[in-house]
């Protein structure tokens, strides 16, 4: 082994050349006349990182950064670490210099991050310590093609990795170095715009639940119709307020498993996955045998209000109305369907009181609750203290909200779609500069073979 080194060692300039230079049959696609591909070996040092021992406590609690794979959201940004080494633990760990890229080598594969700090990371990460410009690398290794390279050279596990010697052997397109940092500023400079863009675009969309919040207080305080109930001549004094059962029934679903040897046939079967606030999840409908004497109980009804006995605490009571999307479905134990006296509670005003603030102050307030989950029962469901205005003004109410809340969908799903744009935008980028089609080529600039003379 010692001797196969030695020889590497004393290989000539000329015949490290013919090692680094890839053969242009083997290019994953053409690039500029004075660039050339060799591999990431050439152009970086790779260090595959470590825990130091966890039995050694005096080896942590400092202010050295230890990156692990969730540090690497942080992208090109890695500043802060989730957990910080002693000097004591620094010593027994290999530090990984400032302007590396950090690569996740284990799990989520491909995932990268640009150190902006010295530090050391744990054995899921391998880095690249570059010998060439150090975003360029960073950048580089953020493309489609270097991803999938390493997931290509993964061991076929339970748990994908890719050791050291593989990520190595990465191909890598060399342009001369001049050009890398044109590149590297044009990236910079561009995805820079799209992030401002981004950042904003998060504003709007995380802002949407707090104004989608802020009109259903105003919709069930009585302020959204104050000017409706002026022109009808009508008082907000005649709002009552009546315990669900007195202006409802409700009903629990089928329990699954539950057989009497009776004939059976096979019927959709709404589940709680499918019940989301304010609206159905149908993408996934499952099937049940049901015994033919309990179809009708299960059945639902064009106007049924479904509601979740419980789930994640944040959506607690969350409920939807049935407009008899699926023929014939009936719904499990874990939904509960509320059938209102369609002349005194419209089940459209039912369903979005109970997800208004009002709704889930009472059912957060009755539930059972252990951690991150509440449940709440029928009873409690039953005695839902309901805000009752006229079934006129009720209808108003929602009609209003619809419009309302269609519009708040509307900014949420173009904000979405604009994230999306971003990202593809994105990766379009990083694959033109790659392939040097930024406008950043000069074809009388020196070949990236010199610059490989000076780095193998």
Not at 53 to 59: A, C, G, T, V, W
Not at 243 to 260: F, H, I, Y
Not at 442 to 447: F, L, T
Request: positive net charge; charged residues 25%.
């Amino acid at each position: 082994m010692a001797r196969g080194k030695k020889k590497e060692e004393n290989l000539t300039l000329e015949e490290k050349l013919k090692q680094a230079l890839v053969p242009e049959e083997e290019w994953p696609y053409e690039v500029p006349g004075n660039w050339c591909w060799v591999r990431l070996k050439d152009v970086a040092f790779v260090i595959t990182g470590g825990t130091p021992s966890k039995n050694k406590p005096e080896y942590y609690g400092g202010t050295f950064p230890f990156f692990k794979p969730a540090d690497l959201d942080y992208g090109r940004n890695m500043v802060a670490a989730s957990e910080f080494l002693s000097e004591e633990g620094k010593a027994v760990s290999r530090c990984i210099p400032a302007k590396s890229t950090a690569v996740c080598c284990i799990g989520s594969i491909g995932k990268c991050g640009y150190l902006c700090v010295d530090g050391t990371t744990n054995q899921q990460i391998n880095s690249a310590i570059p010998k060439v410009n150090s975003l360029f690398l960073y950048y580089y290794c953020n493309t489609i093609l270097f991803t999938k390279q390493l997931r290509l050279k993964a061991s076929a596990t339970t748990i994908s990795i890719v050791n050291k010697s593989k990520m190595e052997q990465c191909l890598f397109p060399l342009p001369p170095l001049r050009e890398q940092q044109r590149i590297a500023n044009h990236i910079e400079e561009m995805f820079y715009k799209l992030d401002e863009i981004k950042e904003k675009t998060q504003l709007v969309l995380e802002s949407s639940e707090d104004r989608k919040a802020a009109i259903l207080y105003k919709a069930f305080s009585g302020a959204l119709t104050a000017k409706w109930r002026k022109h009808k001549g009508v008082s907000f004094e005649g709002w009552i307020t009546k315990p669900l059962s007195e202006v409802a029934t409700l009903q629990t679903g089928l329990m699954k498993g539950k057989r009497n040897n009776q004939k059976t046939v096979l019927l959709p079967y709404l589940r709680v996955a499918n019940v989301q606030d304010g609206y159905l999840d149908l993408k996934e409908i499952k099937n049940i045998e049901v015994d033919v004497l309990k179809i009708e109980r299960y059945r639902l009804k064009k106007g049924d209000v479904l509601f979740t006995e419980g789930g994640d605490f944040d959506k607690l009571g969350r409920s939807s109305v049935w407009n008899e999307e699926i023929p014939d479905c009936i719904h499990q134990n874990h939904i509960f369907v509320v059938r209102t006296q369609t002349d005194t509670l419209d089940p459209y005003f039912l369903s979005l009181q109970a997800g208004s603030r009002y709704g889930k102050t009472y059912f957060i307030g009755c539930s059972k609750q252990t951690t991150n989950l509440a449940s709440i029962n029928s009873t409690q469901l039953k005695n839902f203290p309901v805000l009752i205005p006229t079934i006129e003004e009720q209808r108003e109410i929602v009609n209003i909200l619809n419009f309302f809340l269609g519009k708040e969908e509307q900014i949420k799903q173009n904000c979405l779609k604009l994230l999306e744009k971003i990202e593809e935008i994105k990766k379009s980028i990083l694959s033109r500069a790659f392939r040097g089609e930024l406008g950043t080529n000069n074809p009388d600039e020196e070949s990236s073979i010199e610059l490989l003379k000076t780095i193998l």
